[in-house]
């Protein structure tokens, strides 16, 4: 059974920075991507970053790129979301997803992730 725990969220004052950790219960697979999405209050949850299996390949959604990076450690089996530049805006539960069908393809859509993680709250104050 595939288990994702993110950790690292919290209060943050705008312009801070916050790193999200997420622990995956098995090994990678070759060509997998792992992801990170965020779900605001009375939002739908969308896509923030990927990261192919070697990491030689990322993605990020326009409202987060050259703030946030994303990274990975395959041998310890975790993802990381490093946020610089945090605006109000960015509040929201981020949560770590897992596509281990991808065959290297970074998709930005919900459907394509297996595995999911509870979320971890990250609030940004003005």
């Known amino acids: 059974q595939v288990q994702l725990v993110e950790s690292g969220g919290g209060l943050v004052q705008a312009g801070g920075s916050l790193r999200l950790s997420c622990a995956a219960s098995?090994?990678?697979?070759?060509?997998?991507?792992m992801g990170w999405f965020r779900q605001a209050a009375g939002k739908e949850r969308e896509f923030v970053a990927a990261i192919t299996w070697g990491g030689g390949s990322t993605n990020y959604a326009d409202s987060v790129k050259g703030r946030f990076t994303i990274s990975r450690d395959n041998a310890k089996n975790m993802v990381y979301l490093q946020m610089n530049s945090l605006k109000p805006e960015d509040t929201a539960v981020y949560y770590c997803?897992?596509?281990?069908?991808?065959?290297?393809?970074?998709?930005?859509?919900?459907?394509?992730?297996?595995?999911w993680g509870q979320g971890t709250q990250v609030t940004v104050s003005s």
């Open positions: 098995v090994r990678p697979f070759s060509n997998d991507v």
């Open positions: 997803a897992a596509d281990y069908r991808a065959g290297g393809r970074i998709s930005v859509h919900l459907r394509e992730y297996d595995y």
